[in-house]
Structures are given as structure tokens and as C-alpha cells.
């Protein structure tokens, strides 16, 4: 049988694919198919075919799964931000595993018949960050998220992940935006003042950051007084970004008005400061969960010295701090760094060392000074991983341990075929801070061989 887009069938999902969609097959086909479950029986409708690979989409489940539930949110299914909400949780957590599983595999050619997952205590109000694209017309903005794989916004007046206070936000910039007839930023044209809403919400301290497409000479004042009535401590801020493509911010922000930083206790009594570019996790509660872990695979087996890579503004290093051994954090971005070292003082820790520059140059000269040290690496890299240059350096110079903390296990797959032949791996472990995403956070320990 040949399919072709537009031919509507009926398949049985009995897999999922790197994306938590559905697998089924079809003759010879693979087939495709967002929002379904293993184990159901679909109908769909074929969107695209190229030689044996199909996608389709889902058009009548006909025999549902057991986990199977109604979605919460009213824009699941429009809206690109969750993809798993039609699946109970603990089947969230079972497809994420099976990725992990399977990149390990594909990618390392690692054979792991099991992995334990740590799961979100909240599934719903736990972000607490919201990057919002700005579209529609000069005094009837639109502002959501963008549809799966594209760039249309869907319109959300909030998000059930977030929480009450970006439905509050929203309605306030909306207000804003209209009244001013603020023209909205086109992603087709490059034209348009404001480009997206950028906000971090942590103990009642609120961070708001407009992302213009270029300089302004708004007044913002009508804005702080709608800022006063719905928060009780906020900051203000505007982002100057006016690059032609999908990078959400620039590199030059304003203070307008209000606090200039969100200033907290975290769990582990690390008193942290946030700035609006500031790296911090956005699932508070499993956030102290992996870093509680983390904190022990460093500390065990006589730990003499820890350095901590791309350690942005410091959070992570100062939680991993200890008395017993020094620190040595290595951050490249000269406004992080500086910004860690601010840490460091309103932590007093007398241990710990912030060093700015690129880590091929300075993790050298770092395992120079602790030669003859039991020494532990501990990396937090972006999303791309670490790569091949890096993955070189931390070879060429061998510390006795590796823990590293990914939200990209394929990157991170790819990372080990460079490691494996040094390290072995003793620990591995998912910590879900992305419910109903298809996201999750990996923390591996590896040892020298």
C-alpha cells in the first residue's frame, strides 16, 4: 500500500519517538503521530511521506490507552509549549526515560536496561519563567506562544505550567500595549517595536523585561503604576534586540524602574541574586532536588578540589561549595563572572575561586594548581552540550571525577563517546523539572578509568 499526504488510516501505536509522539507502523511505513499514547488504536491523516517515513495527524482515538487523560490546559494542542498533558504523569515519565534510554544507546552505544527518574512535585505552576513572542496589530496585540514547529502565536491569556502570576502579567502587558498603541514586531518584515515579554517570578519579586527591536523612547510610567497594583516588588526592564532571527534577547538591557535584581534563600541557605539574563532553573522544587544529589556525588570518596564549568552567575558553584575543599569556578561571560563574585561575597565563602575566560584555556591552568588533588569537574553546559574541543580538554587533563548535569540527553550521549574511553560511568539519574514537556534534565557521574 503507497500513502500519500491527505489518506486518512488506522494504525496502532506501539512506540514513541525522540519528541514523546507516537510510533506506529504501516505496511512498510514508520509512521508518526503526535499526541497519541502506546497502545492505542488511531485514526489519522497523512501529512507528509518520504520514502518509508510518515507523519500523520492524530483525527479519532479508537481504542484510548489506560493513560490517557483530558488535557488541563485549553491551548494543548495549539499552543508548542507542552506535548505529553494527554498522558497521565507517570507515563510522561516513562516515555522520557525511553528517550534517554534510547539516545544512550544510539548515540554512546550504552545498554541501560533501567534508570530512576525523579518526578516533579507540582506538574502544573511550576515554571518560574515565561518568554512570551509579541505579534497582531498596533492596539490588538497578541500575546502566547508559537504553535508547534512554526512561528504563528498562538494567543494565551496564561499558562497552566506557570502559574496565576503570568495570567495577571499578561492581562497588565496586554492593557499596556493597547492603550499605547504600541506597534507589535513582525517576523516577517523585521518591523515592529516590541518583540517579546520576558519575566522571572520568585518569592513574590517579579523581573519584566520588554525585548524592543531597537531603542525607545516610551514612557513606561502608566506601566509601573499597573506593575504597583498587582505586585508588591518588580523590575522593570527593556532589552534592546535587533537581530534577525529567533534569539529572544539582546545584548544590551536597561534598568527602568523598580528593584534591579530578585535577592533570595534557596533551600541549601545559598543567598542568590537574578538579573534578567540571569541562568536559573525554572522548577524551584526539583532544582534542590538535583543539586541535593549533585552536592553528594561531589562531596564523596575525600573530594581535595572541585571546578565547576560554565558557571554563570554562581548559583550551582555556591551550593556545591564546602569548607573542606576549594572551588574553582570558570565562566566566560565577563558580566556572569563579575556577578558570581557578588555571590560569593553575600555568601561569604572564602573557598571558592571565580575565574573568567574560556575553559579550554583556563581548566589547564586550574588542574596545574591542584595537582596531586583529588579533583572533581563538575559541568552544567547549555543546551549544545559540551562538544569535542571541550570533551578534549577535560581528557587531556583527567580529573578523577566528572559529574555532569544535562537538559539535553543527546548531547549529552554524543559527550560520553568522547569520555567513555577515559571514564567510566557510575551514576546516572532523570530529574523531571519540564512536566509535560518533553524535557528532562540528566545527571551522570563518571570516574576515571
Not at 512506540?15 to 507516537?22: D, F, K, L, R
Not at 538535583?290 to 573530594?303: D, E, F, N, P, V
Not at 530529574?431 to 576515571?448: G, S
Request: positive net charge; glycine residues 6%.
Amino acid at each position: 500500500m503507497l500513502l500519500k499526504q491527505g489518506d486518512l488510516i488506522e494504525v496502532t501505536i506501539n512506540s514513541y519517538g525522540s519528541n514523546g509522539e507516537g510510533v506506529a507502523l504501516k505496511d512498510e511505513y514508520i509512521v508518526f503521530v503526535p499526541l497519541t499514547i502506546a497502545g492505542e488504536t488511531v485514526s489519522v491523516r497523512v501529512t507528509y511521506v518520504k520514502k518509508n517515513i510518515c507523519y500523520a495527524q492524530l483525527v479519532k482515538v479508537i481504542e484510548p490507552s489506560q493513560h490517557r487523560v483530558v488535557p488541563k490546559c485549553r491551548y494543548f494542542g495549539k499552543c508548542g509549549g507542552c506535548l505529553l498533558q494527554h498522558m497521565d504523569y507517570q507515563e510522561q515519565l516513562q516515555v522520557k526515560k525511553g528517550i534517554v534510554i534510547s539516545n544512550m544507546k544510539k548515540i554512546a552505544g550504552l545498554e541501560l536496561s533501567d534508570i530512576n527518574v525523579v518526578g516533579s512535585p507540582l506538574q502544573y505552576g511550576y515554571r518560574n519563567k515565561i518568554s512570551l513572542p509579541v505579534g497582531g496589530r498596533r492596539g490588538n496585540v497578541v500575546i502566547g506562544m508559537y504553535r508547534s514547529d512554526s512561528h504563528d502565536i498562538v494567543p494565551c491569556d496564561g499558562c497552566d505550567i506557570t502559574g496565576s502570576w503570568a495570567t495577571e502579567l499578561v492581562a497588565l502587558m496586554k492593557k499596556f500595549l493597547d492603550s499605547n498603541f504600541i506597534q507589535p514586531y513582525n517576523q516577517r518584515t523585521f518591523k515592529g517595536e516590541i518583540r517579546h515579554i520576558v519575566a522571572r517570578y520568585i518569592d513574590n519579586q517579579l523581573l519584566l523585561t520588554l525585548v524592543f527591536n531597537g531603542e525607545t523612547k516610551r514612557d513606561f510610567s502608566k506601566l509601573c503604576r499597573l506593575l504597583d497594583e498587582k505586585f508588591s516588588k518588580w523590575g522593570l526592564f527593556v532589552n534592546i534586540n535587533t537581530l534577525k532571527n529567533n534569539v529572544i534577547m539582546g545584548k544590551t538591557t536597561y534598568h527602568i524602574d523598580g528593584i534591579d535584581s530578585i535577592v533570595s534563600t534557596d533551600v541549601n541557605g545559598v543567598v542568590f541574586r537574578l538579573q534578567p539574563d540571569s541562568f536559573f532553573q525554572v522548577n524551584d522544587k526539583v532544582k534542590d532536588l538535583l543539586y541535593s544529589k549533585a552536592r553528594q556525588l561531589i562531596a564523596s570518596q575525600g573530594t581535595e578540589a572541585l571546578v565547576d564549568c560554565f558557571s554563570g552567575v554562581g548559583l550551582l558553584t555556591c551550593a556545591m561549595c564546602s569548607p573542606s575543599y576549594h572551588t574553582y569556578a570558570i565562566e566566560i561571560v565577563k558580566e556572569a563572572s563579575e556577578d558570581a563574585e557578588v555571590m560569593r561575597k553575600l555568601n561569604n565563602i572564602d573557598t571558592l575561586t571565580n575565574i573568567c575566560g574560556d575553559v579550554t584555556q583556563e581548566l589547564p591552568k586550574v588542574m596545574e594548581q591542584c595537582k596531586g588533588k583529588k579533583t572533581v569537574l563538575l559541568v552544567d553546559p547549555p543546551r549544545k552540550g559540551l562538544g569535542e574541543k571541550i570533551c578534549k580538554t577535560i581528557t587531556d587533563n583527567m580529573p578523577d571525577k566528572v559529574v555532569y548535569i544535562s537538559c539535553d540527553n543527546a548531547t549529552l550521549a554524543r559527550d560520553l563517546t568522547y569520555l567513555l574511553p577515559y571514564y567510566e560511568l557510575k551514576y546516572i539519574e532523570l530529574y523531571d523539572l519540564f512536566p509535560h514537556t518533553r524535557h528532562i534534565e540528566t545527571l551522570v557521574q563518571l570516574v576515571k578509568r
